[in-house]
């Protein structure tokens, strides 16, 4: 298990890495989304998620029948609800926002209202009347931990998970590629659209009003190159689009990890190209989650989630696309080797700030000098 000095309730020392949090503005900001039902609804039509989440906990039973669950973030309570027609004991919803109201009908019009107990809190502030054998969440965001939300969870096993529990989901990883993609020429004509129409503003101002703008013209151009260039976009690809080996920036065993470990993430990678005359435009990066239980309590099934780039469509998660500008020219044979590192957004702890710093290498092994890109996930 990981350690408990991660900030929540029941910890004694929060962690250095873990912000304070304003719980007024994180709601404002975040929860409140969560609590209308056409949001639930974009989640609950994404079937590469509802199945996944349904097969593990069909398929595996024996971690729920006669257990008691935790479900971190419930939502509209379909997956608590999944628990108790499992077997399940007894079923803890906590979910932090008044969807909550919605869940506890849901549940009653299942017929499950004497398994299900819907809380209405957040999770660090919540107390159980027992340890829970099970806790399973959908806790994961964009580019997996985008939304933090993962804290949470964490928060959870840390004081309420008994020694032999399992986790829904029980592991996670990363994943980094190389793309080509039309879309940052197609941002960068963006920019100098807006940049054009800046300085027809410009001369309109001064001869309307006798006020010469064009100080802030610098200023303007690096708020349209954030926009545009140097925040992440989310876009469904088609796996053609990759034409560089996927890498792994992180794995994490859900029983283990620390929000420590979260804050910040940094890899090193190589991707060898597999692709003649082409561009890197952008890097995609995706996530995968595994449902395997744990080394004492197996699945019996295991069941991948996973959010990578699928020519039949994909999740509601898509891939987050980070633009490099200008894009790297390549032919098959040759490799990029990657420094990665993510930390969170000092604005705001679930937003992301990504720095990739690329270094092409030759079949010939000749290497050029390192192109560093920064990207926000906003």
Same mark, same amino acid.
């Given at each position: ?15 250095? *890495? ?13 929860? #409140? ?36 669950? !935790? ?14 027609? *499992? ?27 004497? &398994? ?76 100098? #659209? ?7 503003? &410009? ?12 100080? !802030? ?17 989310? #876009?469904? !690809? ?24 979260? #804050? ?10 597999? &692709? ?28 991948? !989630? ?73």
């Amino acid at each position: 298990m990981g350690t408990r000095e991660n900030g929540c309730a029941g910890s004694t020392q929060p962690s250095a *890495a873990a912000p304070q949090v304003d719980k007024g503005v994180d709601f404002a900001n975040y929860f #409140c989304t969560y609590g209308y039902l056409y949001h639930q609804k974009e989640m609950l039509s994404d079937r590469v998620r509802m199945d996944a989440y349904f097969h593990a906990v069909s398929r595996n039973k024996h971690h729920f029948r006669d257990k008691a669950v !935790l479900d971190v973030g419930t939502g509209s309570g379909i997956l608590a609800i999944w628990c108790a027609q *499992a077997g399940a004991r007894k079923v803890y919803a906590v979910e932090a926002t008044k969807m909550a109201d919605h869940a506890r009908e849901l549940v009653k019009g299942n017929g499950v209202d004497d &398994i299900v107990e819907v809380i209405e809190g957040s999770m660090e502030d919540v107390v159980l009347p027992e340890k829970v054998d099970v806790i399973i969440s959908e806790w994961m965001g964009y580019f997996l931990l985008r939304e933090s939300m993962f804290d949470s969870v964490i928060c959870a096993r840390d004081r309420w998970l008994k020694p032999d529990g399992v986790m829904y989901p029980s592991h996670a990883r990363m994943w980094l590629a190389p793309i080509r993609s039309g879309l940052t020429d197609q941002k960068m004509d963006e920019v100098n #659209c807006s940049m054009n129409d800046w300085r027809s503003f &410009i001369e309109e101002t001064e001869s309307y009003y006798g006020v010469n703008m064009s100080v !802030l013209t610098k200023a303007y151009r690096e708020e349209n190159e954030k926009y545009f260039l140097k925040t992440s976009l989310w #876009c469904n !690809l088609d796996p053609h689009q990759i034409i560089g080996t996927p890498a792994v920036i992180k794995e994490m065993d859900c029983l283990q990890a620390t929000v420590d470990e979260i #804050c910040t993430v940094t890899s090193q990678l190589v991707h060898p190209i597999n &692709i003649d005359r082409s561009r890197i435009s952008a890097y995609a990066g995706w996530f995968d989650v595994q449902f395997k239980g744990s080394e004492q309590n197996p699945a019996k099934d295991e069941v991948e !989630l996973n959010t990578a780039p699928d020519k039949d469509g994909g999740t509601h998660w898509g891939q987050q696309v980070f633009l490099v500008n200008p894009p790297i020219r390549v032919n098959e044979g040759d490799k990029v080797n990657v420094s990665f590192k993510m930390s969170r957004a000092k604005q705001y702890h679930r937003l992301m700030d990504i720095e990739i710093i690329s270094e092409l290498e030759l079949s010939s092994g000749k290497r050029f000098p390192p192109v560093t890109t920064k990207v926000a996930i906003e």
